[in-house]
């Protein structure tokens, strides 16, 4: 299945989809790494593991459809069939969602429903949340609010700084995200 990459910032979840795929662990195809930050690490690395990099500007664009148009463009040049949020951090919408139906996958640092937006992860500290996790979904038109398709629970230790709670977060995503990947592609879900 050939795959796309959406990432906005150091993009360590596109690396450790990057590292399963090279592993096997993934049996997809990544097309390439689409951005939307012209200063992101994410593009470093998508470039130092060889694949085409897209840097799609908002600000380029007349619109936010002209904006999606020009990246459904490309997905569909490169034949994508599943696009894959790993730290995009912009709200998808319009021609994504119209050309991606049912298509795009999004990973979510906290158990959805609870702390949707950008900043889960501090959202469920500030809480002072005993219970948080890793939520992949599908997009649908809403914030976070599309069906689930796995949830792995962490018990958050009550002596974690930000940090430790953030690293205890990721390391979960990055086991998590390329696992669910490879039943999406599989058939499972």
């Not at 993009?11 to 049996?27: A, D, F, H, P, W």
């Not at 790993?86 to 609870?114: C, E, F, S, W």
């Amino acid at each position: 299945m050939k795959i796309a990459l959406f990432a906005s910032g150091n993009g360590t979840n596109v690396e450790s989809i990057i590292r399963s795929v090279e592993t096997g662990q993934l049996t997809a195809e990544i097309s390439g790494i689409y951005c939307d930050v012209a200063t992101a690490k994410v593009i470093g690395r998508g470039k130092k593991h060889g694949y085409p990099v897209y840097v799609f500007l908002p600000s380029d664009y007349q619109s936010r459809r002209a904006f999606e148009e020009a990246i459904v463009d490309q997905l569909q040049q490169d034949q994508v069939e599943l696009v894959v949020l790993a730290g995009y951090m912009r709200i998808i919408r319009y021609a994504l969602l119209d050309h991606y139906t049912n298509k795009i996958v999004n990973i979510h640092p906290a158990l959805l429903p609870q702390f949707p937006g950008k900043q889960g992860i501090k959202d469920a500290y500030v809480a002072g949340v005993t219970e948080t996790g890793v939520t992949v979904h599908w997009v649908d038109r809403g914030v976070d609010t599309g069906p689930i398709i796995a949830q792995e629970p962490l018990k958050v230790d009550p002596n974690w700084e930000l940090a430790e709670l953030e690293a205890e977060i990721h390391a979960i995503e990055h086991r998590l995200y390329p696992a669910v990947l490879q039943s999406i592609i599989e058939g499972s879900h």
